[in-house]
């Protein structure tokens, strides 16, 4: 059973940090590119940052140099520290595969919200 439960969301001031964790279970983690999704408000959900199996990041441009994305393979977890938040970065965020769509099960998601 593909299991996703994403927590650490809050509400932060901009220019605050945040660290979000995702654990998986095995089958929807083992050996994939995981990544993180951002909706905001009224906004379709997008992908923010992705990781591959072995660590290789990458970033939506918006994010480059605020947000870290990070794994532990030993623990099925994803991860994600944001810095220097902006209001902009309010929304809930997901974890899934790389490229997962509509037809992928989905978790909760946590909502973050950064307050101008």
């Known amino acids: 059973q593909v299991q996703l439960v994403e927590s650490g969301g809050g509400l932060v001031e901009a220019g605050g940090s945040l660290t979000l964790s995702c654990v998986a279970s095995?089958?929807?983690?083992?050996?994939?590119?995981m990544a993180w999704y951002r909706r905001p408000p009224g906004e379709r959900r997008d992908w923010v940052a992705r990781?591959?199996?072995?660590?290789?990041?990458d970033y939506r441009n918006s994010v480059k140099g605020r947000f870290t994305i990070s794994r532990d393979n030993s623990k099925n977890s994803v991860y994600l520290r944001m810095d220097n938040l902006k209001p902009e970065d309010s929304g809930v965020y997901y974890c899934?595969?790389?490229?997962?769509?509509?037809?992928?099960?989905w978790g909760q998601g946590t909502q973050v919200t950064v307050s101008s």
């Open positions: 990781i591959t199996n072995g660590g290789t990041p």
């Open positions: 899934n595969k790389a490229f997962a769509d509509g037809e992928d099960y």
């Open positions: 095995g089958r929807a983690f083992r050996d994939k590119v």
